[in-house]
């Protein structure tokens, strides 16, 4: 089955820029999303088709997808945006099932 | 607006079954798939399953295949998660999700503990 691997931790100081890595074979020639969830809360889109931003998400998310990488990047990241980030995509070799990522647990600090 | 709001936590014995809703509003029910989504505590996000509120049409992960039965009442619209024989790793949080490609909308969860 298809698998998504991200690394489970990354750290950032206020106002720099995080980035957060999602790999699966050929990850480049599906659509990534990205979700952002904070402890007890619903995830919440924050990336779809790669690298489009849903109404009422910040300009600082912006996404990409190319080779066997997806990468979530936050530009002037915020100690908001201290949470749990989860890549997803498609898996056509399951009639169209779901895969996520493992998430990733990003630390602003 | 869209809503997703989810029925009440379950506290379930082993070896039986729960049923959680997901009721939708503020846009047409059988416009898009509905998916369901669990979380076990302090776990990260598993897919479970996908239904097309239009034909009844469902898709289930492996993993939940002859457990998990995705069914909705379009005259109300709502969807439904049945899942059986539970066992103790079976606790999680499930989530239902609005798909437009991506899962723009969800559900606040429903805690689901499976405890003798």
């Known amino acids: 089955s298809y698998e998504l691997t991200q690394s489970p931790s990354v750290s950032v100081s206020p106002g720099q820029t995080a980035s957060i890595t999602c790999s699966g074979d050929?990850?480049?020639?599906?659509?990534a999303s990205w979700y952002q969830q904070k402890p007890g809360q619903s995830p919440v889109l924050v990336i779809y088709?790669?690298?489009k931003r849903p109404s009422g998400i910040p300009e600082r998310f912006s996404g990409s997808n190319s080779g066997n990488t997806a990468t979530l990047t936050i530009s002037g990241t915020q100690a908001m945006d201290d949470a749990d980030y989860y890549c997803?995509?498609?898996?056509?070799?399951?009639?169209?099932?779901?895969?996520f990522g493992g998430g990733t647990k990003l630390t602003v600090l | 607006q869209v809503r997703l709001v989810q029925s009440g936590a379950e506290v379930k014995k082993p070896g039986a079954s729960v049923k959680v809703s997901c009721k939708a509003s503020?846009?047409?029910?059988?416009?898009?798939?509905i998916h369901w989504v669990r979380q076990a505590p302090g776990k990260g996000l598993e897919w479970m399953g996908w239904?097309?509120?239009?034909?009844?049409?469902?898709n289930y992960a492996q993993k939940f295949q002859g457990r998990v039965t995705l069914t909705t009442d379009t005259s109300i619209s709502t969807a439904y998660m049945d899942l059986s024989s539970l066992r103790s790793d079976d606790t999680a949080v499930y989530f239902c999700?609005?798909?437009?490609?991506?899962?723009?909308?969800w559900g606040q969860g429903t805690l689901v503990t499976v405890s003798s």
């Open positions: 999700a609005r798909d437009r490609g991506s899962y723009d909308y």
């Open positions: 503020g846009y047409s029910f059988t416009g898009q798939y």
């Open positions: 239904i097309n509120p239009n034909s009844g049409a469902t």
């Open positions: 050929k990850l480049g020639e599906k659509y």
């Open positions: 088709q790669d690298r």
């Open positions: 997803q995509a498609w898996d056509r070799n399951t009639a169209w099932g779901v895969v």
